[in-house]
């Protein structure tokens, strides 16, 4: 039997709209099944990060559709704490990256209920109330990380009290079973690793889920 002192709580920032996230979340939820890991989910808003940047008009385009998820989670967080973002992450994650749902009420208010949460949260998608909140998280998750570098990011922590926090892993498919848990250990070697900064190399297929 696992003791829960024998189990590393990992932290990982999420916007539920990125890809590349979602993606990292259903690793990371492989790896507690074969590792001594726990993840605790934590939002960050794309949205946020990029206010003010000079971007891509498509990819300023693709923003501006997309505040609304960041915020909802973040205000069902605030009104029913953490716990209730790894349920609520999936079912956000699974009509946005599996479904193609569109980013509207309509998906906010089908994800809240199907978590068994009020649909007055939906409100919050077209408020800026929490959006210096949004701002104040991102800045928890990539301030560690030493770089604007988005989500996923993750934090592991050290011995010494400190964290080991990077971006990613990118990675396409999400690896299964034992295959999530080799990564994780090759993540954790790498992060561990005192002067280790990048590994790299072009994506060549695409997301996959």
Same mark, same amino acid.
């Given at each position: 039997?696992?003791?829960?002192?024998?189990?590393?709580?990992?932290?990982?920032?999420?916007?539920?709209?990125?890809?590349?996230?979602?993606?990292?979340?259903?690793?990371?939820?492989?790896?507690?099944?074969?590792?001594?890991?726990?993840?605790?989910?934590?939002?960050?808003?794309?949205?946020?990060?990029?206010?003010?940047?000079?971007?891509?008009?498509?990819?300023?385009?693709?923003?501006?559709?997309?505040?609304?998820?960041?915020?909802?989670?973040?205000?069902?967080?605030?009104?029913?704490?953490?716990?209730?973002?790894?349920?609520?992450?999936?079912?956000?994650?699974?009509?946005?990256?599996?479904?193609?749902?569109?980013?509207?009420?309509?998906?906010?208010?089908?994800?809240?209920?199907?978590?068994?949460? !009020?649909?007055?949260?939906?409100? =919050? #998608?077209?408020?800026?109330?929490?959006?210096?909140? *949004? $701002? +104040? &998280?991102?800045?928890?998750?990539?301030?560690?990380?030493?770089?604007?570098?988005?989500?996923?990011?993750?934090?592991?922590?050290?011995?010494?009290?400190?964290?080991?926090?990077?971006?990613?892993?990118?990675?396409? !498919?999400?690896?299964?079973?034992? =295959? #999530?848990?080799?990564?994780?250990?090759?993540?954790? *070697? $790498? +992060? &561990?690793?005192?002067?280790?900064?990048?590994?790299?190399?072009?994506?060549?297929?695409?997301?996959?889920?």
């Amino acid at each position: 039997m696992i003791r829960s002192t024998d189990v590393t709580t990992v932290d990982m920032w999420f916007d539920p709209v990125c890809p590349w996230a979602w993606i990292a979340s259903r690793w990371l939820l492989e790896v507690e099944q074969v590792r001594q890991v726990r993840t605790r989910f934590q939002v960050f808003s794309l949205a946020v990060h990029n206010e003010g940047r000079e971007v891509d008009a498509w990819y300023r385009e693709w923003l501006d559709e997309r505040w609304g998820p960041a915020r909802v989670m973040l205000a069902a967080e605030r009104a029913h704490g953490n716990e209730v973002l790894r349920d609520l992450y999936t079912a956000f994650g699974n009509r946005i990256h599996l479904d193609k749902a569109p980013i509207d009420r309509a998906l906010s208010l089908a994800a809240l209920a199907e978590c068994g949460l !009020p649909a007055e949260l939906a409100d =919050a #998608a077209e408020s800026t109330d929490l959006d210096q909140a *949004l $701002l +104040a &998280g991102n800045r928890a998750a990539l301030d560690p990380i030493g770089e604007d570098l988005g989500v996923p990011a993750i934090h592991i922590p050290r011995p010494d009290g400190g964290v080991n926090a990077f971006f990613g892993p990118v990675v396409s !498919p999400v690896p299964r079973g034992e =295959a #999530a848990g080799k990564l994780w250990d090759g993540v954790l *070697l $790498l +992060a &561990g690793t005192d002067g280790f900064f990048e590994i790299k190399r072009g994506r060549s297929r695409p997301i996959v889920d």
